[in-house]
């Protein structure tokens, strides 16, 4: 059993910068994907960024590139989601996910690939 767990989240004015934390448990996190997604009311949750297992490969959707930075720290079982400049629409939902199927060398993009999620941690931008 995974446990994924998201801490950061809040109300914060526009141009400012939050830092997501997502703590896992329960599985060998340092060969696994991880990812973080947002989902806002009435729409589909939506990929914002991944990393490789060992951190030396990263992705971000181009609605998010230049201002979030995903990192992870394999010691402590932690993966970040640096959010800086946040806008008025980056308002959402933030859920980290793992693909913790079996290791192949490649990082999804997708949530369908992503077996574990957590909870999920409110990020509200106030205008």
């Known amino acids: 059993q995974v446990l994924l767990v998201e801490s950061g989240g809040g109300l914060v004015q526009a141009g400012g910068s939050l830092r997501l934390s997502c703590a896992a448990s329960?599985?060998?996190?340092?060969?696994?994907?991880m990812g973080w997604f947002r989902q806002a009311p009435g729409k589909e949750r939506e990929f914002l960024a991944a990393?490789?297992?060992?951190?030396?490969?990263?992705y971000y959707a181009d609605s998010v590139k230049g201002r979030f930075t995903i990192s992870r720290d394999n010691a402590k079982n932690m993966v970040y989601l640096q959010m800086n400049s946040l806008k008025p629409e980056d308002t959402a939902v933030y859920y980290c996910a793992m693909d913790g199927g079996e290791p192949d060398g490649g990082v999804p993009l997708t949530p369908n690939r992503y077996n574990y999620w957590g909870q999920g941690t409110q990020v509200t931008v106030s205008s």
């Open positions: 329960g599985r060998t996190f340092s060969i696994h994907p």
């Open positions: 990393i490789s297992w060992n951190g030396g490969n990263t």
